[in-house]
């Protein structure tokens, strides 16, 4: 029987004034599997999965999420489809902890999240998934591996199934790279779906299901 792709991108095309960033790209990712985008700094893989997660808009082409052509005009609308997307530099305030960083932003019936509820619902999400991030911690103070853990619990509390990482193992020392392994089949045998766009093959080859590469703004693998 054959699969169905959770997202397709089809004919994928985006330009910035004469260069060309993505040419008619097809991608293919179905549901549970780990898939890594491997290209080159400046192959456009990270315009690839910008375009994915609400960032740029295409020039041409269409996305579909489960079968489904779909607009996806900002992260907002990223966030509805359920996806999320973890990008190279983290959009996290230094001054402010784990828990407000992951409010910031978000309201629930027009009023602002009460911060010991988000506390809570952090908890139960690093409890199921195993993951260690204090709610209470300063992000200053926080290593690489806690900065980027706390970039998907903060995606994983908006409800994400679908999860992009820009180049996740950069700036990680050795351990922070087998955690973060260890972190993503985690993710995978709960039923998420994974997208690692990557310069570096060794990093990422062993965890994934499908590889695809990009070169020049174009799938040639």
């Keep these: 029987m054959a699969r ?3 997202v397709q991108m089809k004919g994928i095309t985006k330009t910035f004034g004469h260069v060309v960033a ?3 790209v097809d ?3 179905y549901p549970g ?3 890594s985008l491997l290209g080159e700094n400046g192959s456009g893989k990270t315009t690839l999965m910008n375009m994915l997660s609400g960032i740029y808009f295409p020039d041409e082409g269409q996305i579909f999420v489960e079968g489904k052509p779909v607009t996806i005009a900002s992260p907002k609308d990223a966030f509805d489809l359920h996806i999320g997307m973890i990008h190279q530099h983290f959009k996290l305030v230094d001054v402010f902890s784990a828990a407000e960083n992951i409010a910031l932003g978000l309201q629930e019936g027009g009023m602002l999240l009460d911060r010991k509820q988000v506390a809570q619902k952090i908890r139960a999400i690093c409890d199921k998934y195993g993951f260690d991030v204090d709610p209470d ?3 200053y103070n926080m290593s690489v591996s806690q900065k980027q853990t706390l970039e998907i619990v903060k995606v994983l509390y ?3 199934d679908i999860l992009i990482l820009d180049e ?3 700036g ?3 351990q922070g790279v087998q955690e973060m392994r260890q972190l993503f089949l985690k993710l995978k045998d709960e039923g998420k779906t994974i997208l690692l766009a990557s310069h570096n093959r060794e990093d990422i080859a062993a965890l994934c299901d499908t590889t695809v590469e990009i070169d020049r703004g174009k799938i040639v693998k």
């Design 4 to 6: 169905t792709p959770v």
């Design 22 to 24: 993505n040419h008619k």
């Design 27 to 29: 991608l293919d990712v």
């Design 33 to 35: 599997e780990i898939l």
């Design 137 to 139: 911690q300063k992000v």
């Design 158 to 160: 908006r409800g994400t």
């Design 168 to 170: 996740p193992m950069n």
């Design 172 to 174: 990680l020392d050795n």
